[in-house]
């Protein structure tokens, strides 16, 4: 670890190896850490052409020396860089919403009686039992995914409790009333009938509903010739959640690379960036994050690439599309 004053007269004794740097005020406060794959170059960035300026406002207003930590590799800078903002939460570091992976419905095909669980993207096969199983998604959000399952239950009833709450009933529960469940739990459903229910789900899952959909609106109309109304109207409901969960997006990709989109635009300090996420072909997720930074633009994505994507367990898409080259953009290429 080294420390020079900043600005100082040159950068010479500044190593050219990888590392992190850490832009301090006069009271010792960490302004803003950053990472390199060369140290003296990185820092003479800061600097306008060459002439001594320093580009940056707050390093000119605020910083009055740089420490630096010589790292062995790159991927340790990265590791060290997330580390030391964790510690010391530089007011001038890019801060994002912690943001979740994509939620994902699983199915575990080889239980005894199936039920459809919430799964994260990036571990999607967390507390998975032994067996096959089919997964569905992405989603953009809990709400999204919650609908989703929920339209589902009212199309097929399956179970939605836990094994052991399952094993300890006695009697159904207030679903099975609701015709969300076909009641498992006490036996008014065998294994074999239950699992036409779970293929039923699956197809609906995946897209195929046309022979369902038949099947639903032809009893709706027959209920409504014997004048059955109630009936009738429960399952046009039914038919309605049925063409709720598998309903197409309006957004679509030719390709099925997993691709995130990012634009970034800024007003003065005021900076946003705009994320659209790609998953399978279709629009997954929009989201802008806004924040307030005096970096140029290409240290702003650069810390939005790090901050979002560099984690250890960061879903990281096969493509990122960015609206300019961030900073240290060699590096980062390497890392994520």
């Known amino acids: 670890m080294s420390v020079f004053p900043w600005p100082g007269e040159g950068l010479d004794a500044v190593p050219e190896r990888p590392g992190v740097y850490l832009f301090r005020s006069a009271s010792g406060a960490v302004l803003y850490v950053g990472k390199a794959r060369n140290l003296r170059s990185r820092l003479a960035t800061y600097r306008a052409g060459g002439d001594g300026r320093i580009n940056v406002r707050f390093l000119e207003r605020d910083a009055t020396e740089v420490e630096t930590i010589v790292t062995r590799t790159e991927q340790e800078a990265l590791l060290l860089e997330d580390e030391r903002i964790k510690r010391h939460q530089p007011p001038h570091n890019v801060r994002l919403k912690d943001d979740k992976s994509f939620l994902m419905i699983r199915v575990d095909l080889d239980e005894p009686f199936p039920r459809l669980k919430f799964v994260r993207a990036h571990r999607p096969k967390a507390g998975k039992s032994p067996g096959r199983a089919r997964f569905f998604g992405p989603f953009a959000s809990a709400r999204a995914a919650r609908r989703a399952l929920a339209d589902l239950h009212r199309v097929v009833p399956l179970r939605d409790c836990t094994d052991q709450v399952m094993r300890q009933r006695s009697r159904p529960c207030l679903k099975h009333s609701l015709g969300l469940c076909a009641a498992p739990c006490v036996g008014l459903i065998d294994e074999r009938a239950y699992a036409e229910n779970v293929e039923r789900a699956v197809r ?50 030719s390709s099925a690379t997993e691709r995130d989109v990012l634009a970034l635009a800024r007003s003065g300090e005021r900076v946003l960036v705009h994320r659209l996420c790609i998953r399978r072909g279709k629009l997954a997720e929009s989201r802008g994050y806004l924040f307030r930074s005096e970096l140029p633009d290409a240290e702003c994505l650069h810390g939005v690439l790090t901050t979002r994507y560099s984690g250890a367990e960061a879903e990281r898409p096969r493509e990122i599309v960015l609206p300019l080259l961030p900073a240290e953009n060699e590096l980062l290429s390497g890392l994520l």
């Open 204 to 253: 609906v899952l995946a897209g195929d509903i046309d022979e369902l959909e038949r099947d639903l609106e032809a009893r709706m109309l027959q209920l409504s010739e014997r004048q059955e109304y109630e009936r009738a109207a429960a399952l046009r409901d039914r038919l309605a959640a049925l063409r709720r969960t598998v309903e197409r997006q309006g957004v679509l990709s």
